[in-house]
Structures are given as C-alpha cells and as structure tokens.
C-alpha cells in the first residue's frame, strides 16, 4: 500500500504505522516521539508529541479525519495522504503538547546529566516557547533510592512507561512501576525493594528525559566533552556491543548502542554498562557517528556554515545614516575656547 507523508510518496507493508512510514522517509517529515520505542511492544499513544493531519484518509474513503492524529499507533491506509511538518494545525498541537510536558518539569538542565542528548530538550528547542505561563506551583516528589546504579528523578519523570515495559520485557521480575494516579503518579519501586537485575541498567538507555541516570556516571563530565567510540568484549550475558565514552584515555561511562532516532539497537547487561570502565576491556572499534544533530556530533564545531545575505531596505540605512551623524556629531562645529577667551 501507498501512503504521502508530505509530498513524499513511499509503500508499505499492511500494519505499518505511520510514524514508521516517516521513518523510512526521513528528514524533517518524521514526528517527533517521547513514548513510543520501537524495540519496546506496546509503546506508544501516550505523549501526544507524534500527532499528525490525516489530508486523506485513503482512497476507498478519502475523508479527511477530523482530529488530529497519534503516528505511533495509527496504522497506514492505502492512499493515504499525511501531513507532518507542512500543517500549521500539527505545529501549533506539538508547541502546546511541548508546554505541557514542560509544566512539571524542573528547569535543571545546567546540572542534568542528561543534558546534550535529552529528548526533551531537544522538543522543547524545536517546538517550545521563551518563557512559561504556568504560574502555580510545580509537582514535586521526595527522593528515592532504587539502587546503586541507577539514579531516580522523579521531578523529571515525563510517564511515558517505557522504563516499565524495559523491565517488563527484558528482566524476569519487574519491582518498579506508575504508582498512584493523576497528578499524583510517579515511578517507584512500590515496596521499596532495590532495582536489581542484569539488565536494569537500560532503563537508562530508552529514558527520553533525565529521570533515569547512571549513578557511575553522576556528575562527572557533561556529554559533549566526552568521545564516544564504538566497542565490543566477549560476553556471556549479552551482545557485547556498545559505545563507550571517554575523556581522555578514561572510559567515563558505557552505554549501548543507538540508532538515529535516539533507539537503543542491542540491549546490553549491567556488567558491561557498569563494571567494565578499563580500556583494556574492551576493542576499541572507532569512533561513533551521530546522525541525529546533537552538540554531541563529530565536527558539530568545524562544518562549514554558509553565508548570510542581509537585504535591508534604503530608507532603513538611510536612518541609520542619520543616527550616526547625531551620534558623532559631525555637522555640530565646536566653539572655539580660544578665541572666545580673548
């Protein structure tokens, strides 16, 4: 089946979504995604940050729906006629899912270490405002200690599920989960056991915000003063694939791999992520290649910017004219102190 997504035409196979349709076409046509993951069943449909206009809905009914739409969970019809970036209905819908998620959420990204690779951040520079009109008083939780390698911060926590789905789909018993309602819900171990299982630590990993941080981690360098290379070990537990971050000849912290859209590729163990910081653990492979724009890219410093053209009208450099001969005063003679004293 056929389906448009902003004038690009691409065919799909039955089921596909069509955020997965976006993603095959790339470029700036692709929603955006705060809770759907694709590696995770049953993501999806809760952040509202996808929502596309359905043009046409297919060819055997082409009414338009008269909602806008979540990408993630709404299959492709064929002939289908999508619009993501090119609707101002769309634009205005993610500004204000933006601000929403931005209600709660504590304005710390100089001290976040998810800063510089933060979902979040990234929306809200994309579609966000200057300023906030909420002027109540933000939802706060008291601290938590879910275990000694991962780093709960509830503040930040936005609810889209995927830490629980992660161990739900990952691990044999999961001991954390949404608790409570509404407003009031959070993240929390429910009967304040530690998190602790061997694959706990990608929690981490598909967190789109800094609620979940590597506690080894902490503090210690921001993103973009690391190197990421890829790396790999021979491990028992996992694919030993992963990218390791360093400063210097240090391994600061280990990650797994991921993908363009910020998606983990492999999920790794916590003996990799955690227990494995020596060089000489690992085979260094190369450096790692950011698709997604990030201050994290390689040569984000060094490509080649290109040249600004500034039209501006004559009567416009005509007053600016004007104000630098009152400013310099060059028509206003000055007295001659001299003469005037004799």
Not at 62 to 77: D, E, I, N
Not at 98 to 107: D, V
Not at 225 to 253: L, S, Y
Request: proline residues 4%; aromatic residues 6%; contains cysteine.
């Amino acid at each position: 089946m056929k389906v448009t997504i902003d004038g690009h035409e691409i065919e799909v196979e039955p089921g596909t979504t069509i955020l997965q349709a976006a993603r095959m076409i790339g470029g700036e046509s692709v929603p955006p995604a705060m809770c759907y993951y694709s590696k995770l069943k049953g993501s999806g449909g809760k952040c509202r940050c996808c929502l596309v206009e359905v043009s046409k809905g297919s060819d055997a009914n082409p009414t338009p729906m008269p909602k806008l739409m979540a990408s993630c969970v709404t299959g492709v019809m064929d002939g289908m006629e999508v619009k993501s970036i090119s609707s101002p209905r769309v634009q205005e819908a993610r500004k204000s899912v933006t601000e929403f998620l931005l209600i709660n959420h504590p304005l710390d990204c100089p001290v976040c270490d998810q800063a510089g690779e933060c979902d979040l951040q990234n929306l809200s520079f994309n579609h966000g405002k200057s300023e906030t009109r909420f002027i109540e008083e933000k939802r706060t939780f008291e601290p938590e200690n879910i275990g000694e390698n991962i780093q709960l911060h509830m503040n930040r926590c936005i609810l889209c599920y995927r830490c629980v789905m992660t161990a739900d789909q990952l691990t044999d018993g999961r001991v954390h989960g949404v608790v409570n309602r509404g407003d009031h819900s959070q993240i929390s171990t429910c009967i304040s056991k530690a998190i602790d299982n061997e694959f706990s630590g990608n929690m981490i990993d598909v967190c789109p915000v800094g609620a979940l941080t590597d506690k080894t981690f902490r503090f210690k360098s921001r993103v973009w003063f690391n190197k990421p290379f890829n790396a790999h070990r021979d491990c028992d537990k996992c694919c030993g694939k992963t990218t390791v971050w360093m400063f210097g000849n240090e391994i600061q912290r280990v990650t797994a791999r991921k993908d363009e859209y910020h998606e983990v590729e492999e999920f790794i163990c916590n003996s990799c992520r955690f227990d494995h910081k020596d060089v000489n653990d690992w085979v260094i492979e190369g450096p790692r290649k950011f698709e997604k724009f990030s201050v994290i890219n390689q040569n984000n410093y060094t490509r080649k910017l290109d040249k600004v053209t500034i039209e501006t009208e004559k009567q416009i450099l005509l007053g600016r004219d004007q104000d630098r001969k009152k400013i310099s005063m060059v028509e206003v003679p000055l007295k001659n102190t001299e003469n005037s004293k004799s």
